[in-house]
T-cell receptor
């Protein structure tokens, strides 16, 4: 069945460091791919998405490119801030009912 | 802001008691979802609805029931709460978005503690 695998956390970085959070997927058909972010004590917010191969989603300095050849959707940011500290979830939407399949989340802590 | 509210936001209850959580949306979306979030498990789908009185099970539906008598409200009921149902519960709606792919938007969550 469809699945999403994220790198395990926690990830700890210093402010202004480069961030990569890996996400790979297994899916039949042509899934859409998403990154959601959850700040402490809050619900999940859509961060970015991509709906077809080679699409690049971007928002708030974060980017991810839909790579069909490597079945990946890695999240990157060139210079993280303390305010980026959160849990990041990768997800895919596939099938006729477009249910979301979730990764387990990666916790990011950014130190000043 | 997708116009989703959840109530209550926090609830403490005892094992064996019934509990109902409410999700309310203001934008008339057809699809609504209930998830639970637990450490080490990420988000897991409990039930979803694709219209008034139209619901289906998710991957962890045992011990839960849902109802949707109005488009704007989706209720999740724990018929007899157990400690294993201690969790954070999120409601979501599915909304048309730019780029043609419908996207799920989440409510603020309900923290439930079953003693």
């Amino acid at each position: 069945g469809d699945s999403v695998t994220q790198m395990e956390g926690p990830v700890t970085l210093s402010e202004e460091a480069f961030l990569t959070i890996n996400c790979t997927y297994t899916a039949t058909g042509y899934p859409s791919l998403f990154w959601y972010v959850q700040y402490p004590g809050e619900g999940l917010q859509l961060l970015l998405k991509a709906t077809k191969a080679d699409d690049k989603g971007s928002n708030k300095g974060f980017e991810a490119t839909y790579r069909k050849e490597t079945t990946s959707f890695h999240l990157e940011k060139g210079s993280v801030q303390v305010s980026d500290s959160a849990v990041y979830f990768c997800a895919l939407s596939a099938g006729n009912n477009r249910k979301l399949i979730w990764g387990l989340g990666t916790s990011l802590a950014v130190n000043p | 802001d997708a116009g989703i509210t959840q109530s209550p936001r926090h609830k403490v209850t005892e094992t064996g008691t019934p509990v109902t959580l409410r999700c309310h949306q203001t934008e008339n979306h057809r699809y609504m979802y209930w998830y639970r979030q637990d450490p080490g498990h990420g988000l897991r789908l409990i039930h979803y609805s694709y219209g008034v009185k139209d619901t289906d099970k998710g991957e962890v539906s045992d011990g839960y029931s849902v109802s949707r008598s109005k488009t704007e409200d989706f209720l999740l009921t724990l018929e007899s709460a157990t400690s294993s149902q201690t969790s954070v519960y999120f409601c979501a709606i599915r909304s048309p978005a730019s780029g043609g792919e419908e996207t799920q938007y989440f409510g603020p969550g309900t923290r439930l503690l079953v003693l």
